[in-house]
């Protein structure tokens, strides 16, 4: 049967673009969102957060917008470049159990075209 | 400041076999967390320790156990290996003062044969 899981959404940006990568997440009660850029062999490596009282978070040519009413996250990267191919990943923490465990997205690899 | 470091790097076992891997946590952090990631998706969490008890735990059975040890690092053994195990081990830790948020270490990839 078919690996849903191999299949990553691809986005291919010319260097220099703004990208935007898109992320619905599963639970209405989550808290707290991060996004991850994992770049092959490596773990994954942190790049932004945003709580669930905010809509909007900038960091270093990365913006997070999060849109409860329709459960939507997404990364904004400004002037893309070749060190920012890699797959990236949405996660959320859901409360409950005591414990603070993330539940990741599928990811989406992020092309950058020199 | 050092970051979150897993060993071994890479490891080969049989199936049926018992693996042990390794992590230390970033300095000031006092939670670790274990994920496992098996090739294209996303990381599962496993469990995560806090005050050296399990604080969490998702949907692994039961020969997946882990440590705590009291500077933090932690560990993860894996019993009577399975083929479906072989897969990239990721380590997290949370500090104190946030443990909402997880610093990922390199990771350990795992081959069941």
């Known amino acids: 049967g078919e690996s849903v899981g191999l299949h990553l959404p691809t986005l291919s940006v010319q260097e220099g673009d703004n990208s935007i990568i898109n992320c619905a997440y599963s639970n209405s009660a989550s808290d707290y969102f991060i996004w991850y850029k994992q770049e092959s062999g490596k773990g994954p490596q942190f790049i932004i957060d945003?709580?669930?009282?905010?809509d909007k978070r900038q960091g270093q040519r990365v913006t997070v917008l999060l849109n409860k009413t329709v459960k939507h996250l997404s990364l904004q990267i400004a002037a893309t470049q070749p060190g920012d191919s890699a797959v990236y990943f949405c996660?959320?923490?859901?409360?409950?159990?005591?414990?603070?465990?993330?539940?990741f997205g599928k990811g989406t690899k992020l092309s950058v075209i020199p | 400041e050092t970051g979150v470091t897993q060993s071994p790097t890479h490891l080969i076992k049989t199936r049926g076999q018992q693996v042990t891997l390794r992590c230390s946590s970033q300095?000031?952090?006092?939670?670790v967390s274990w994920y496992q990631q098996a090739l294209g998706q996303g990381p599962q969490f496993i469990f995560q320790?806090?005050?050296?008890?399990?604080?969490g735990r998702g949907n692994f059975p039961p020969r997946f156990s882990g440590l705590q040890f009291p500077n933090y690092s932690s560990e993860l053994n894996v019993n009577a290996l399975e083929l479906d195990d072989s897969a990239l081990y990721l380590c997290?830790?949370?500090?104190?003062?946030?443990?909402?948020?997880?610093?990922f270490g390199p990771g350990t990839r795992l081959t069941v044969t």
């Open positions: 997290a830790s949370s500090p104190v003062w946030d443990q909402y948020e997880q610093y």
């Open positions: 320790y806090y005050r050296e008890e399990e604080n």
């Open positions: 945003i709580r669930s009282n905010m």
């Open positions: 996660a959320e923490n859901i409360p409950g159990a005591g414990s603070y465990q993330l539940t």
């Open positions: 300095s000031g952090h006092n939670t």
